[in-house]
């Protein structure tokens, strides 16, 4: 599974699920679910959504599985 930090990082540069949808040319509800893990980003939108929240593809997503994944 697919697991990412697009929430924590949103909230933390203070953007609403809106405003980083406008960023990266999204709804607000496809961030939603790309928040809860119900929707896999293509690598488009996912390093689009790694350069609005200004880290890499690496800190933003990861897979269950690599486990470990330090904040």
Same mark, same amino acid.
């Given at each position: 599974? $697919?697991? =990412?930090? @697009?929430?924590? $990082?949103?909230?933390?540069?203070? *953007? /609403? &699920?809106?405003?980083?949808?406008k960023q990266v040319d @999204? /709804?607000? &509800?496809?961030?939603? *679910?790309?928040?809860?893990?119900?929707? +896999?980003? +293509?690598?488009? !939108?996912? $390093?689009? !959504?790694?350069?609005?929240?200004?880290? =890499?593809? =690496?800190? $933003?997503?990861?897979?269950?599985?690599?486990?470990?994944?330090?904040?």
């Amino acid at each position: 599974m $697919l697991k =990412n930090r @697009v929430k924590e $990082l949103r909230a933390r540069y203070g *953007f /609403t &699920q809106s405003d980083l949808g406008k960023q990266v040319d @999204v /709804t607000r &509800q496809t961030i939603a *679910f790309i928040e809860k893990g119900e929707f +896999s980003p +293509s690598i488009t !939108l996912a $390093l689009k !959504l790694a350069k609005a929240l200004q880290t =890499n593809i =690496n800190d $933003l997503f990861w897979l269950e599985e690599d486990g470990g994944h330090e904040k």
